[in-house]
C-alpha cells in the first residue's frame, strides 16, 4: 500500500470550497443571522414575480457564518473521508474488479470515469491557470470554458481507452485464424453527410508493418479508429460496405469485444492512461478481462521484459518522459497479446534517440512476434527500413504500394507583410539561471543572448529541461535572471512583462478561451490594444487572407494543428513583446503545416526587431529556419553556432 498525497490534496481544496459556498450561499439568500456580533446589516431585497418568496442579502452576523459553515462539515468530512480512502488504496484497481463481477459491474465504467474526473479538473486548472497567467487573462471566469473542455477531452480519452481495452466486456469475440488480420471490402467511412474515406479495399496480415500517410485531416485517426471500432461505436460514425477484424464483423461488434483481438494505442497517449503505475497500466486490459492476479503479474513482467521497461514497472505515471510513456502504452496495448496493433503518431513528440526506440519495438512486435502493426505518422521517415506496406490517403481515397510515398511537395509560404526589423543587435540576456523541480536541478547556470530579429532554435532529448527552460523565462520568480531592453523582466508588474516576454506552450489550445477564433482576436485586442489587430496578424501569420472568413466563425480547437499554431502566435504577439518563446512548434505537423509554420516563425521574428526562441526536437526543422542551435543536456546550456547566413545552419 503507497501513500499519494495528491488526492487528499485535492479533496481538502474541494471540501474547502464547499464550505465557503455554503456560507457565501447563506449570505446571499436570506442573510446570515444567527446571534454573535453584527458584521454587516446588508439591505433584504424580496424578489417579484414567480420568485416572490426569494428574499436576497440581510444582516450577517458572526453566528451566522458559523452556523452555515458549520452545516456544511459533515458533507467536507465525507470529501476528505473519500480523499484520504484514494490516497491510501487504488480506488481504481477496486473498481476493475468489480467489473468482473460483483453489484458494481453495471456502473464500473461510470465510477472509473467519475473517480478521475476530480485529478482531471485540479490538473485542467492548474494548467489553465497558467495558461491565464501567461496570456494576462484575469478574473475566474475567463478560466470556465478552458477547464470545462480539458476536463472532458480527459473522460473521453479515459472512456475510449477503457472501451477499446475491454472493460466491462460480456461477449469476448474469438478471433478466426483463418481471416485476416483485417479485411475491408468496399468500405466507406463518414460523419454526419460528410465522407471520410471512401472505395477502401484491403487485407492486412498478421507478421507485418503497415505505414499510413497523409496530411492533416486526411483521415489517418479515422481509418485507425475504424478497425478497433472506436469510429462506428464510440464516435457517432458511419460505416458503408464491410470492416472484419480476425473475422470478427467490425460494424456488429463493440471495441469492448474485441480487447483480445486489437490493441490500440492513441494519439495522446497521457489521457488514456487509466492507472497511477506503470505496472497497474500495462496489467489494466488483463485486470478487466478477470485473470488472476499472479497471472497478471506475470505477464506485465514478460511484456515490460520484452520492450526493454522492466525498470519502470514501479515509476508513477504523471512521472514518465514523453518516450516513456509511448512506450508504456504500447506494452498496456499488447500486454493482452493481441493479433493487432494500432498505432496513432507515436514518433511526433519523441527525439531521435526515442524515435528509434519505437520504431525498432514496432518491428519487434511485427517481424518477431508476429502481430499485424498498422502505424499512422506524419514523420514517416524514421520508419522506412522497416515498413512492409505504405497507405497514403489523401483525398477521401487511398493508395497502397509497397514503398514509401515520394516527399510532399511543399508550398513556398513567405512572410511578405512584416517588413524586417532594424539591424541585428543584443535584445535580451539570461544570466545565471538554474531551474528545479522538487530538490533536483534540471537546468544549471544558464547563459544566453539573444539578438533583435533573429530566430534561435533549443535542442535536447525528451526530458532534457527545454520546457521548463522557456517557463522560467516566461515567469521569472527571482530578479537578475532575465533582462530585455535593458529591464529585469522578474521586476515589471505581470501585465507589463508580456510587452518584453510572451511564451507559447507545447499546448497551444491552453491558450484558448473561447469557443469561436473571432472571440479570441477580439479578446486579445481588447487586453493588449495592439496598434495590428490580431486578426490582421492571424491573417499574416497564415501567409494571406486565404479562408479567413471561414476560420473565423470556427472553434478555435476545430483548426488544424499548424492554423493553432498560428492563432496561439497572433494572440501572444498581441503586446507585442520583444521576446517570443515557442515550445515544439513542428509537433505532430505535416510538411504542409511544417512550412506554413516555420514561415509564421520567421515573419514573427522580421517583424518588430523582435527575437523568437524556440525549443524543438526536431533537428530538420532547427537546421531549416533557425539561424542557430542551442543544445540543453544534461542540465547544461551550451553557447550556440551561428550560421554564416544567419538563416539556416
Known amino acids: 500500500m503507497r501513500f499519494h498525497a495528491a488526492p487528499l490534496r485535492t479533496a481538502a481544496i474541494v471540501a474547502a470550497v464547499f464550505v465557503a459556498t455554503r456560507v457565501v450561499y447563506r449570505v446571499v439568500f436570506g442573510g446570515a443571522s444567527g446571534g454573535g456580533i453584527l458584521l454587516l446589516d446588508l439591505p ?76 482531471a479538473l485540479a490538473h485542467a486548472v492548474r494548467r489553465v491557470r497558467r495558461a491565464a497567467a501567461l496570456r494576462g487573462e484575469r478574473g475566474a471566469a475567463a478560466l470556465l470554458v478552458p477547464v470545462f473542455e480539458q476536463t472532458i477531452e480527459r473522460a473521453l480519452g479515459l472512456a475510449a481507452s477503457m472501451e477499446v481495452r475491454g472493460f466491462a466486456s460480456t461477449h469476448p469475440a474469438v478471433a478466426d485464424a483463418t481471416q485476416p488480420v483485417v479485411a475491408m471490402t468496399d468500405a466507406a467511412l463518414a460523419h454526419d453527410s460528410a465522407e471520410i474515406l471512401g472505395s477502401l479495399t484491403l487485407t492486412l496480415d498478421a507478421g507485418t508493418l503497415t505505414v499510413l500517410t497523409g496530411p492533416t485531416g486526411s483521415g489517418k485517426s479515422s481509418l485507425l479508429r475504424s478497425i478497433d471500432g472506436l469510429f462506428q461505436h464510440f464516435d457517432g460514425g458511419r460505416q458503408r460496405g464491410r470492416i472484419t477484424v480476425a473475422g470478427v464483423d467490425r460494424a456488429a461488434t463493440p471495441p469492448r469485444d474485441t480487447a ?15 492507472a497511477q503505475t506503470v505496472q497497474d497500466e500495462i496489467g489494466f486490459a488483463l485486470a478487466v478481462r478477470g485473470l488472476p492476479a499472479d497471472v497478471v503479474a506475470e505477464r506485465v513482467a514478460e511484456t515490460a521484459r520484452s520492450l526493454g521497461i522492466g525498470a519502470l514497472l514501479s515509476r508513477d505515471i504523471d512521472a514518465l518522459s514523453t518516450g516513456e510513456a509511448t512506450l508504456v502504452a504500447i506494452a498496456a496495448a499488447i500486454s493482452g497479446r493481441p493479433a493487432l496493433l494500432l498505432v496513432d503518431e507515436p514518433l511526433a513528440e519523441l527525439d531521435d534517440a526515442a524515435r528509434d526506440t519505437v520504431c525498432r519495438t514496432l518491428d519487434a512486435l511485427a517481424h518477431e512476434h508476429g502481430l499485424a502493426v498498422v502505424v499512422a505518422e506524419h514523420h514517416s521517415a524514421p520508419l522506412e527500413p522497416f515498413a512492409d506496406r505504405w497507405l497514403a490517403l489523401d483525398g477521401g481515397r487511398a493508395l497502397a504500394s509497397a514503398q514509401p510515398p515520394p516527399p510532399v511537395a511543399v508550398d513556398s509560404v513567405a512572410p511578405a507583410e512584416f517588413v524586417s526589423g532594424a539591424a541585428r543587435h543584443p535584445l535580451a540576456e539570461l544570466r545565471n539561471l538554474t531551474v528545479s523541480h522538487a530538490a533536483t536541478a534540471v537546468v544549471r547556470d544558464a547563459h544566453l543572448t539573444l539578438d533583435a530579429g533573429e530566430l534561435v532554435a533549443l535542442a535536447g532529448r525528451n526530458g532534457a529541461g527545454k520546457s521548463s527552460l522557456l517557463l522560467a523565462m516566461a515567469m521569472p520568480d527571482a530578479a537578475g535572471h532575465l533582462v530585455v531592453r535593458g529591464e529585469d523582466v522578474a521586476r515589471l508588474p ?98 504542409q503545416s511544417r512550412a506554413l509554420v516555420g514561415a509564421a516563425l520567421r515573419t514573427a521574428a522580421a517583424s518588430g526587431g523582435r527575437a523568437v526562441l524556440i525549443a524543438t526536437h526536431d533537428a530538420e526543422f532547427a537546421r531549416r529556419y533557425a539561424g542557430r542551435t542551442l543544445t540543453l543536456a544534461d542540465g547544461t546550456l551550451d553557447d550556440g553556432t551561428r550560421s554564416p547566413t544567419g538563416v539556416s545552419r
Open 260 to 274: 483480445a483481438i486489437v490493441g490500440s494505442v492513441a494519439q495522446n497517449v497521457r489521457i488514456a492512461f487509466a
Open 494 to 591: 505581470a501585465r507589463a512583462r508580456r510587452s518584453h516576454v510572451a511564451l507559447v506552450p507545447e499546448r497551444v489550445d491552453e491558450l484558448f478561451f473561447h469557443t469561436t477564433v473571432a472571440a479570441e482576436c477580439l479578446r486579445a485586442d481588447r487586453a493588449d490594444r495592439p496598434e495590428r489587430p490580431t486578426v490582421e496578424t492571424f491573417a499574416a501569420l497564415l501567409g494571406g487572407g486565404r479562408e479567413l472568413d471561414a476560420l473565423l466563425l470556427r472553434h478555435p480547437r476545430d483548426l488544424s494543428a499548424g492554423q493553432q499554431l498560428c492563432l496561439a502566435l497572433a494572440i501572444q504577439l498581441a503586446p507585442e513583446p520583444a521576446l517570443l518563446l515557442v515550445d515544439e512548434p513542428s509537433r505532430g505537423l505535416d510538411e
Open 44 to 119: 433584504s431585497v424580496q424578489l417579484a414575480g414567480p420568485f416572490a418568496h426569494v428574499s436576497l442579502f440581510g444582516p450577517v452576523t458572526s453566528g451566522g457564518l458559523w452556523n452555515a459553515a458549520v452545516s456544511a462539515l459533515p458533507f467536507a468530512a465525507v470529501i476528505l473521508a473519500f480523499g484520504l480512502l484514494s490516497s491510501v488504496v487504488d480506488m481504481q484497481r477496486l473498481f476493475v474488479r468489480g467489473s468482473t463481477r460483483g453489484p458494481l459491474r453495471a456502473i464500473s465504467r461510470s465510477l472509473v470515469i467519475a473517480w478521475s474526473t476530480a485529478p
